[in-house]
Each structure stands twice: as structure tokens, then as C-alpha cells.
Nanobody, 126 residues
Framework: VQLQASGGGLVQAGDSLRLSCAASGRTFSGGSVGWFRQAPGKEREFVSGIRWSDSNTRYADSVKGRFTISRDNAKNTVGLQMNSLKPEDTAVYYC????????????????????WGQGTQVTVSS
């Protein structure tokens, strides 16, 4: 499975961006897709995830109410709509996939994701 993340850019605080994660080689069916981000000088952290079987979603507290994750079965893509962006959202965003149906704290465990995209830069200016 190859993952391609896209949609990053430079925006101002309060603006919106939509990231997309496209998979090739295999569908997401039966598994889960997550978005992580890594800001300069910080560890990579979980942002959001979606379980393919039932569209169950999970969000980090820092993005709840502002970010929305969704899937497109036909295109085999996962989107991350990011609204009300803040400077602290500045980071490289990565999509990751696993054939597991993630539950509870497993969402946050990077080691459980087998496939990773290359990352897309999101910069939010104040």
C-alpha cells in the first residue's frame, strides 16, 4: 500500500484547509486510517482517525470541533477538513494506514500503523 498525502499549504489563522490521503495498491477496507502531525522540535502526535468498517472516528482533544475526518469509498481516499486553524496547528501532517480496526487507545500508537505517507506541510500564520 502506498499513501499519498496532499493539500497542505500556508494559511492565516482562522482559515481552512482540506488534506487528502489517497491509497494505491490496496483499499482501506477493513482497516483504519489515521492522521498524525509533527511540529518542529516536537514528537509526532495523533490528530484524527477513521475506522473503515463503520466510519467510527477519533480526534485528539486539541482538534475536536475544528477538524473533521471523512472517507470516500469510491476514490479510496480519506480527507481531513481543518477549520479555524491556529498557529499551533503548524506541522507536517502524515496519513497512516493499518489493516486493524482501531479502538480505544490503539488509535494513538504509531507502531500499529503499517503504512505511512510522505507528509504534507501545513503552516498557519498569526
Amino acid at each position: 500500500v502506498q499513501l499519498q498525502a496532499s493539500g497542505g499549504g500556508l494559511v492565516q489563522a482562522g482559515d481552512s484547509l482540506r488534506l487528502s490521503c489517497a491509497a494505491s495498491g490496496r483499499t482501506f477496507s477493513g482497516g483504519s486510517v489515521g492522521w498524525f502531525r509533527q511540529a518542529p522540535g516536537k514528537e509526532r502526535e495523533f490528530v484524527s482517525g477513521i475506522r473503515w468498517s463503520d466510519s467510527n472516528t477519533r480526534y485528539a482533544d486539541s482538534v475536536k470541533g475544528r477538524f473533521t475526518i471523512s472517507r470516500d469509498n469510491a476514490k479510496n481516499t480519506v480527507g481531513l477538513q481543518m477549520n479555524s486553524l491556529k498557529p499551533e496547528d503548524t506541522a507536517v501532517y502524515y496519513c497512516a494506514a493499518t489493516f486493524r480496526g482501531m479502538i480505544y487507545s490503539s488509535w494513538f500508537q504509531e507502531r500499529l500503523y503499517s503504512y505511512w505517507g510522505q507528509g504534507t506541510q501545513v503552516t498557519v500564520s498569526s
